[in-house]
């Protein structure tokens, strides 16, 4: 089992930036693909973006050239970069490590580990 728990969410105005972290624990993150999600309040948990083992990148349309994902296996913690931050960026953030394959990157479905979620809110 692995552990995840995100930090680095806050209030910021739109055009402004964060660094969000989660740190696992329990066993090596490096085993896993791992994933930022994020819900909104009132709409559906969607994937932001994802990191595999081998460090490969996917991310969602929406938050591409704005948002970077990245890890640090040495220090067992994944990174999710959001710059140029927009009102609709507003959700709660979840980090998250895949458990099963198949699928599309961004099936929440295939993530069985997540942490408990951080908020991030941007003004305009």
């Known amino acids: 089992q692995v552990q995840l728990v995100e930090s680095g969410g806050g209030s910021v105005q739109a055009g402004g930036s964060l660094r969000l972290s989660c740190a696992a624990s329990?066993?090596?993150?490096?085993?896993?693909?791992m994933g930022w999600f994020r819900q909104a309040t009132g709409k559906e948990r969607e994937g932001v973006a994802t990191?595999?083992?081998?460090?490969?990148?996917s991310y969602a349309d929406s938050v591409k050239g704005r948002f970077t994902i990245s890890k640090d296996n040495a220090k067992n913690t994944l990174f999710l970069e959001v710059n140029s931050l927009k009102p609709e960026d507003t959700a709660m953030y979840y980090c998250?490590?895949?458990?099963?394959?198949?699928?599309?990157?961004?099936?929440?479905?295939?993530?069985?580990?997540w942490g408990q979620g951080i908020q991030v809110t941007v003004s305009s």
């Open positions: 329990g066993d090596s993150a490096s085993r896993y693909c």
């Open positions: 990191i595999d083992r081998v460090g490969r990148t």
């Open positions: 998250a490590a895949k458990t099963k394959g198949g699928g599309r990157w961004s099936d929440a479905g295939n993530f069985g580990y």
